[in-house]
């Protein structure tokens, strides 16, 4: 699998969001974090300014949804025009249901864990989507520092995936930067969301590519991905 990066507009201006997308041209997605300030401790935007960032970016959006009840409003993410829409394993009430639907309406769909839940109650689960998420902070803030504790359970999450044969994209958001992105693609992730390690630096699109770059040459060796 190709390595991707998604940029996160969480750290990018939300008065100029679209040319902050074009800003990163060359990046595979556009990370959208959706905040509720009840799942996590901050507010961030709604489905309507993801209908009005579909429309306008050329890069496709890819939607964290850190909120309560994602089974009511995951659904309108896809509709709004996200490509790919994340919801938490801790929030969904039914995250197999979910995940169907998200697919039936066309996105890709995408499972969550914070730092603290586990992987392997969800191994069953996996089939039935087409990207996990491992947070590698606690969910609600950019610029927070990488929590390396995670690399193992990165590392059994791409052993899961292989055992089971599976296409499944392994992504990794927070924290990620120049100097932590070998860690995680050593680890076994293959798509990489970084905030302020593309939109802290005065070249947006320069970050994309030495991130890419990063990443690349340790996935064109690491033994996970040679196995595959
Ligand atoms: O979901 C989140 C935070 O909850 C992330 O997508 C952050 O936006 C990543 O920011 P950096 O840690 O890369 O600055
Ligand atoms: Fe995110």
Not at 62 to 76: F, K, S, T
Not at 144 to 165: C, N, V, W
Not at 198 to 227: F, H, N, Q
Request: glycine share 6%; hydrophobic share 50%.
């Amino acid at each position: 699998m190709a390595v991707q990066i998604n940029p996160s507009i969480l750290s990018a201006d939300f008065a100029r969001l679209a040319d902050e997308a074009e800003a990163v041209r060359g990046a595979d997605w556009l990370h959208v974090d959706v905040m509720d300030n009840h799942f996590v401790p901050n507010l961030t935007l709604g489905v309507p300014i993801v209908e009005s960032l579909s429309k306008a970016a050329s890069t496709p959006l890819d939607c964290h949804l850190m909120i309560e009840d994602p089974d009511r409003w995951a659904p309108q993410y896809v509709e709004a025009g996200a490509g790919s829409v994340t919801f938490h394993a801790e929030a969904a009430a039914a995250p197999v249901r979910l995940a169907r639907e998200i697919r039936a309406k066309g996105a890709r769909a995408s499972m969550a864990l914070k730092p603290a839940t586990p992987i392997e109650p969800y191994e069953d689960l996996l089939p039935e989507l087409d990207m996990l998420l491992i947070m590698t902070v606690e969910p609600g803030f950019g610029g927070q520092a990488f929590l390396d504790i995670m690399l193992p359970k990165i590392r059994r999450t791409r052993e899961l995936i292989s055992k089971h044969g599976l296409e499944l994209w392994l992504q990794v958001d927070g924290g990620v930067a120049e100097s932590t992105i070998e860690r995680c693609a050593e680890a076994g992730a293959d798509v990489f969301v970084a905030g302020s390690a593309v939109y802290g630096k005065d070249d947006p699109a320069a970050a994309v590519r030495a991130l890419r770059a990063r990443a690349e040459d340790v996935t064109a060796s690491a033994a996970w991905a040679c196995a595959h």
